[in-house]
């Protein structure tokens, strides 16, 4: 029979098999953060049939999870506490750790976001796998003294608000990616009376902009949008976006119409609780139907927490509504 949880624990390039110390695990992952984490809670106890972990930070111990076979998880322990309770709890991060840990000066000029990802990673000798051609060439970049998972975003932030596609660095193993993420649509399906366990639902307008006007570094008007339509039901509400005038009319005029439209939608988040997928993570959509709300739809992952214990397994999930692909 597979086991459930699969720990192995890597001291000086030799692997220790800890499943039978764990009590239990979190795998946790949130847009906007540059690493997947990885929190275990270790038996830490010499008694009867018991061992002690023997982890150190300072020793670069790393580890890799199975759950029932699979790998979902591999990366490098940075944060230990240990009790009276005769436990230890550790932190471990996967390696895009490293793009927010490393400092550089970068500057970029006609460089597509895929292209910055690459360089950057190169640079601080991260392995990456797949990158999505972002295809959108931005026309300037400079960071100086600013971490590598800093210019990342920057870049994919320029490129969504170019093109109105969203892009997610992810690491897989111990590699890279570069994904687009309309195209990492699961089959999955989270249904009331199936395997959902909780939920609850928020919307807000008040970050809702019904006009857009572009500025030039001198204050001159370089195009506006406006949603009258909207404007009819709840007000105005305008904001104002400096921009390098270097743009032509073309260029700005889908510029603005983007930006507007990102602006105008309420804000929604639905959480909710299930039975654990391990699939669904991060970046990834997924078909939420929820009869008491009249919900049937899909939804991107903002936030994930995956909780393992023995044979069970728990997700809880921080959701938006996927409006780039409808339905």
């Not at 939920?199 to 949008?225: D, M, N």
């Not at 654990?276 to 990834?284: A, F, Q």
């Amino acid at each position: 029979m597979t086991e459930f949880i699969k720990l192995l624990v890597f001291k000086n390039k030799k692997a220790y098999d800890m499943s039978h110390l764990v009590s239990n695990i979190r795998w946790n992952g949130r847009r906007g953060a540059s690493a997947r984490t990885l929190q275990v809670e270790f038996i830490d106890d010499d008694g009867y049939k018991h061992d002690r972990t023997g982890i150190d930070v300072e020793q670069g111990h790393q580890c890799v999870f199975f759950w029932q076979g699979k790998e979902l998880f591999r990366g490098i322990f940075m944060a230990q506490e240990q009790s009276d309770q005769k436990t230890i709890r550790v932190t471990a991060y996967d390696n895009g750790i490293y793009l927010a840990g490393n400092k550089d000066t970068f500057n970029y000029t006609n460089k597509k976001a895929s292209d910055i990802f690459q360089d950057c990673c190169t640079r601080f000798g991260i392995p990456f796998d797949s990158v999505a051609d972002t295809k959108y060439q931005i026309p300037e970049l400079p960071k100086p003294k600013t971490t590598a998972w800093d210019v990342i975003a920057d870049a994919l932030s320029l490129t969504l608000k170019a093109t109105g596609v969203r892009y997610y660095p992810i690491c897989r193993g111990d590699k890279m990616n570069l994904i687009k993420r309309k195209d990492n649509i699961l089959q999955w399906v989270i249904e009331t009376g199936v395997n959902l366990e909780g939920y609850s639902q928020s919307k807000s307008i008040e970050k809702v902009k019904t006009r857009i006007t572009l500025l030039s570094k001198e204050g001159k008007v370089l195009a506006k949008a406006v949603d009258s339509g909207l404007e009819k039901k709840i007000g105005i509400f305008q904001d104002i976006v400096q921009i390098n005038d270097t743009m032509n009319a073309g260029q700005l005029t889908e510029l603005v119409n983007t930006t507007l439209a990102e602006n105008v939608k309420a804000t929604q988040s639905l959480s909710v609780s299930a039975l654990g997928v391990p699939e669904v993570t991060t970046g990834i959509g997924v078909f939420i139907i929820i009869k008491p709300l009249d919900i049937s739809r899909t939804y991107y992952v903002e936030e994930d927490s995956h909780t393992f214990e023995g044979h069970y397994h728990n997700m809880s999930l921080k959701l938006n509504i996927a409006n780039d692909i409808g339905a």
